[in-house]
């Protein structure tokens, strides 16, 4: 299994202002991938992250408030900007394991806007 | 997209209780998942499961994909199973890695 190390664990943010999170893998990954959980509810795909292309969003998701960096196989960036309230969740990074499907998750950055 | 319901919403038990957790998905998935969210929001791997039974300790899981389900059993359980189970799914020919998640069953166990 992977081991994924994700960066800040929590903050808390003034509101109009953005937090960058990282993630880092102990081994070299094609695809990494970025979620979001909102207050007491389930786990949504924010977006795809490629090495060596743009990440791919999913609908509701855009690249000016997520935008994502993926600069080699073991590390990615999601950034959320302009931060309001309805921002406030966990955000977790993911990849795939050895096993086409079974994923492997970072332990997340809880993310507070004040 | 595809639907993912999971049932119950909320269990309450007490120690060294057994339970099922079930999962139905609306359509043909390539894989399935089962992770457990501990209290401060860590993912924990428990079971891929794409088909057929696996056994892990306390927990084990199946499969049906024909009839489009999966169970998650827990026999004796303890507190330390508190938290939330999410049954997540990949479909589709080019959704590689991508996870669509339940909204997950919530368990508490007292002792």
């Known amino acids: 299994s992977a081991v994924i190390s994700q960066k800040p664990s929590r903050d808390i943010c003034q509101r109009g202002t953005s937090l960058t999170i990282q993630c880092q893998v102990d081994s070299q990954v094609t695809m990494m991938f970025w979620y979001r959980q909102q207050p007491g509810q389930s786990l949504t795909l924010i977006a795809t992250?490629?090495?060596?292309?743009?990440?791919?969003?999913e609908s509701g998701f855009v690249i000016d408030k997520f935008p994502i960096s993926r600069p080699n196989l073991t590390f990615s960036t999601l950034t959320v900007s302009n931060l309001s309230p309805e921002d406030s969740s966990i955000y977790l990074c993911?990849?795939?394991?050895?096993?086409?499907?079974?994923?492997?998750f970072g332990q997340g950055t809880r993310l507070t806007v004040v | 997209g595809i639907q993912v319901e999971q049932s119950p919403p909320d269990l309450i038990l007490q120690e060294g209780a057994n339970s099922t957790l079930r999962c139905n998905f609306s359509?043909?998935?390539?894989?399935l998942q089962w992770f457990h969210q501990n209290p401060w929001g860590q993912l924990i791997n428990l079971f891929y499961i794409p088909s057929g039974t696996k056994q892990n300790g306390r927990l084990s899981a199946t499969t049906v994909a024909t009839e489009r389900y999966s169970l998650l059993y827990i026999s004796s359980s303890q507190t330390t199973d508190s938290g939330v189970y999410f049954c997540?799914?990949?479909?589709?020919?080019?959704?590689?890695?991508?996870?669509?998640f339940g909204q997950g069953t919530i368990l508490t166990v007292h002792p």
């Open positions: 992250a490629n090495q060596g292309s743009e990440a791919t969003y």
């Open positions: 993911s990849v795939e394991g050895l096993r086409q499907g079974s994923a492997f």
């Open positions: 359509d043909s998935v390539n894989n």
């Open positions: 997540a799914v990949e479909y589709g020919g080019t959704s590689y890695g991508k996870l669509t």
